[in-house]
């Protein structure tokens, strides 16, 4: 990315202020946002539908292991349709998983939703590098994912606040999964206006192989 006045090399400073960084800043935002609290209280909310408390925990790891998986399938699904596209629908199904917490209640279906859950919220993430990387390039990636991580951080932090929140106010959770929905569906709304980057053509690689 480039200054359109000077055509020299973006900096850090004008980066910041750039449109692609703030839509991207705060797609990363309400994207943890949304899905920080489900993440937290997963052990608590199966526990207040019935599910023993050792089996609630087992809940959680299956989360975890799936988003490992969704890491390398959104990578190799970026690389062939793009980071944006494969963003979108991530966020999408992210969204849609969460708001499906609420028509559960049995170990097997807490299983089945949390691998769909777990696979969304770990896939997209590493995607947020992959689009710094194709609008701000190596040269200042440092600067700006790190600037993107932070507003992730803070989302990251609200979303068990809040879901703490929910649930000492109403002494259930379903304010925290309608809530996460939302902020959810306003993640993609936002994803869908980012700009979609330039894909060098095969001709293009193929010069820049003979090249080097």
């Known amino acids: 990315l480039s200054d359109g006045q000077t055509g020299a090399p973006m900096s850090v400073s004008t980066a910041l202020k750039s449109q692609p960084f703030i839509i991207l800043m705060l797609v990363n935002f309400f994207c943890c946002t949304t899905h920080s609290g489900p993440i937290f209280h997963t052990v608590g909310y199966a526990v207040s539908c ?15 292991f799936a988003g490992l998986g969704g890491r390398v399938a959104f990578g190799l699904l970026a690389d062939r349709f793009g980071a944006k596209h494969v ?23 807490f299983y089945a939703l949390s691998v769909i859950f777990g696979l969304a ?50 002494q259930a959770y379903n304010w925290l999964y309608v809530g996460s929905f939302a902020i959810g569906i306003a993640a993609v709304a936002v994803a869908l206006s980012f700009p979609s980057a330039k894909r060098p053509s095969q001709r293009s690689l193929d010069l820049g192989r003979a090249a080097a």
């Open 121 to 170: 919220y770990g896939g997209v993430m590493p995607l947020y590098a992959v689009l710094v990387r194709e609008y701000f390039g190596v040269r200042i990636m440092g600067s700006m994912f790190g600037a993107v991580s932070a507003f992730a951080s803070l989302g990251m932090a609200l979303g068990p606040l809040a879901g703490g929140w929910v649930f000492d106010t109403f």
């Open 87 to 109: 963003l979108v629908g991530g966020l999408f199904v992210q969204a849609l998983s969460v708001a499906t917490y609420l028509a559960v209640g049995q170990l097997g279906e």
């Open 50 to 64: 019935g599910i023993p408390l050792m089996a609630a925990v087992t809940i959680y790891s299956v989360e975890g």
